[in-house]
């Protein structure tokens, strides 16, 4: 088959989107010089130095960024470097993005919608806090209990991290439970004074911001 386009850039993001589509794309290192239409799977800071390579045929990942004359779609997912269930997963689009490219991402189960320029930095931060941040207060809390001697048996607080996700996409803000949602203020001091400084802060800043 044919390749539609061609993928600069072997990254995880490069490396599932390119297994996903499969022979319809070329999955290339980005020192390649691909003819036809380019989808720029590498890092923020090298795309504007890439594009400049493909001028008009070419867009790029990135949810943060806004290079004038280079349409961006940006999946609103975490890439592992495998194909995944994308089914429902929205799918950012900036500029003029070709409409086979956003076919063959709708083919994969992204769902497109279109995201002003100025808009671009708030989503991105939104994104951050969503998937890295979450990611990083889950781990935290993992590396306390281990530091302190628990040993959570199973599958230790992904358990927890899954019923939360599960009872937001449910029931909303409805879904968010714990002692800030109580108002239980002995609980809320207990618990701050058993953790260092550092998390003491970033809990309690993050209870009070519900």
């Known amino acids: ?5 061609s993928i600069l ?14 022979e319809s794309v070329a999955l290339l290192p980005s020192d390649t010089e691909p003819s036809g239409f380019v989808l720029l ?4 800071d090298a ?3 890439q594009a400049a390579r493909f001028p008009g045929r070419c ?28 089914r429902g997963t929205p799918l950012a689009l900036t500029g003029e993005v070709p409409g086979f490219l956003v ?14 320029p100025k808009q671009k930095a708030l989503y991105h931060a939104a994104a951050v806090l969503t998937s890295a941040h979450s990611a990083s207060l889950w781990l935290g809390a993992a590396a306390l209990l281990r530091d ?3 040993e959570l048996p199973g599958r230790g ?18 879904g968010r439970t714990g002692p800030f949602v109580r108002g239980d203020e002995a609980t809320i001091a207990r618990d701050a004074a058993a953790l260092p400084e550092g998390w003491r802060e970033i809990f309690l800043k993050l209870g009070h911001l519900g």
């Open 59 to 86: 867009a790029h990942l990135s949810g943060s960024l806004d290079l004038e004359g280079v349409p961006c779609a940006h999946p609103l997912t975490s890439f592992d470097g495998e194909p995944a269930d994308w």
């Open 9 to 22: 850039g072997r990254g995880r993001a490069g490396r599932a989107l390119g297994r996903a589509w499969g």
């Open 157 to 174: 607080l992904l358990p927890l991290v899954e019923a939360t996700r599960r009872n937001i996409e449910r029931l909303g803000e409805g």
């Open 47 to 49: 795309i504007t130095a």
């Open 41 to 44: 799977a590498v890092p923020d």
């Open 103 to 116: 076919d063959a991402f709708q083919e994969l189960g992204f769902e497109p919608f279109h995201l002003e």
């Open 1 to 5: 088959m044919a390749h539609e386009f």
């Open 148 to 150: 302190a001697g628990v």
